[in-house]
Structure formats: C-alpha cells, structure tokens
C-alpha cells in the first residue's frame, strides 16, 4: 500500500463560498460570515486564539451547517478541499489502496484556524486523518521572516519527517494567502515532496504543476551556514576569512538569504530554519 500526505495552507475560501449559498444563507446572515474572508489580520475578533471568531467554534449550529455545505459539494466548498481531494483521487486512481493523511496550515488568525477545524472534521469523515498545525501569520512586511520561517519550520519538518517515513508528499497550493503558498511549495519541493495541485477558480479543474528537482548551491549553502553558525559574520570576517566579495554579498541579500545590518552580515531567519530541518544536505 502506497502512503500519501498532502499538506496544504488555509485561506477563507470556506466562508465565502458558505455566505454566498441561498441553501445556508440564514445562517451565514446570523454569524456575519460573510465579512470573515475581510477581516484584517490585527481586528481584535480575528486574534487567534481569544478572538471573537475562534469562539465560534463552539457554536454547534454554525459548525454543523458548515459542515453540511463541505459534505453537500467538497469540492466546490472551498479550495483547501479541492485541492486536497484531487491530490487523493489521482493517488488512488495510479496507486490503488492508499493510505492518505492530511496537515493543514492554518495561520494564526481565527477565520484561517475556524475554516481548518472544520475542513479537518470533513476529512476525518471521509476517513482521512487530518492535523492542524498552526503557523505565524505574516501581519506586515517587518513581519514577514517570522512567517517565513514559522512555515519552514512547521511544513518543513513534516515534510521531511513524512518522506523518510515512505510518504509521497504532495502540496496544495490553492488556497491561502500567494505569498506563503508560494514558499510553501519551493521549500516543500527543496525538502522532497514529490508534486503540487492548483485549481484556478476559472477553470475549476485541478492542475498538477511539475515538482521540478531543486538544488541548492553548494556554495552558497556553505556560505549562509556559517554566517548562519554564529547568527551573525562582520563584513570585514566575510570578506577576508570567506573570501566573499561584494558582489557575493549583494547576490546574497538579493536571493533574500542574508542581509547586511550596518557592518554585520545575518542571515534570514527563514534560512536558519531550513538549514536545520534539512541538515546537511546540499541537494535534493
């Protein structure tokens, strides 16, 4: 038997496919729903997890109609189904029996956890085992390492912990905010999951984009290593004892793996993430 995961971040899409159906729309009206998808990541009832709308998730009603829009139409509920379901379906159709588990990524806003509790309920159902790890939210652009890095150390891990378990690890890369899914997939690919799902809302089918084979430079691993082993490298260190140039140094900050703070050359914090889930490992 084949094992699968597929991994997947959690956008909203959920709630404003739910708000928009006529078969739900009472319910929707009743919690406001509708304004979820909108909610700006610092409303005090988006704060995960005290936030009003993590509350919600005790609210039985809500939970069991949302729960019967999923089941009525997966596919068409929510993006992080559809994706997820493709994934499975094509390993079922080549491998045969399966055994299938589900992560979700959720950030830590209450609307993306609230639409991961739910979709995970479906799954399991469906006989899926599903997780949810929750990861950093990317608030503004200051903050955006520590998302990056918060997403390479939850998926990451994973997705190399599942590979040496024998698990081909596909991504679903529709849903979320682009930015994170789209490091998702490079990272998750560098780390060895074997494929990625997309389904653009225009033509509703899912496409599976090539996991073309990614390697890391050598020497640039070896570079960002070290500088990484201190947590930090003077300029002055980096240009005699490493030999870099400026040039290299430029080629560093413009890959977003390092950066130079006044005299000092750091490394990005998403990077000090990776190189230890990846360990040594120059190549995949």
């Known amino acids: 038997m084949v094992r699968v995961l597929v991994i997947s971040p959690v956008g909203t899409s959920l709630f404003r496919n739910f708000s928009r159906s006529p078969r739900f729309s009472g319910v929707a009206a009743r919690y406001g729903v509708g304004s979820w998808g909108e909610l700006p990541i610092d409303d005090p009832r988006n704060a995960y997890p005290g936030g009003e709308v993590c509350g919600y998730l005790r609210e039985e009603p809500l939970i069991e109609a949302l729960l019967e829009f999923a089941g009525s139409d997966p596919r068409a509920s929510c993006a992080e189904l559809a994706g997820t379901l493709a994934a499975l379906d094509e390993a079922r159709s080549r491998y045969g029996r399966v055994e299938a588990v589900a992560l979700l990524y959720p950030t830590a806003t209450c609307t993306s956890y609230l639409a991961s509790e739910v979709v995970a309920r479906y799954l399991r159902s469906a006989g899926v085992p599903t997780e949810v790890r929750v990861v ?7 903050d955006f390492d520590e998302g990056l890095a918060s997403l390479v150390d939850v998926a990451v891990g994973d997705v190399v912990e599942y590979s040496r378990r024998g698990y081909r690890v596909y991504v679903n890369a529709t849903p979320g905010f682009k930015a994170e899914a789209s490091f998702l997939v490079l990272a998750s690919i560098l780390a060895g999951a074997r494929a990625v799902y997309y389904i653009h809302e225009t033509f509703r089918r899912p496409v599976k984009l090539p996991a073309i084979p990614v390697s890391v430079d050598s ?17 002055a260190q980096a240009y005699g004892l490493l030999g870099l140039t400026e040039a290299d140094v430029k080629d560093l900050e413009d890959r977003y793996l390092a950066y130079v703070d006044g005299t000092v050359l750091k490394p990005r914090r998403w990077v000090v993430k990776l190189l230890e889930k990846l360990g040594t490992r120059p190549t995949v």
């Open 136 to 142: 950093e939210a990317i608030r503004s652009a200051e």
């Open 219 to 235: 020497r640039y691993l070896e570079l960002v290593r070290r500088v990484a082993e201190g947590g930090s490298l003077e300029l």
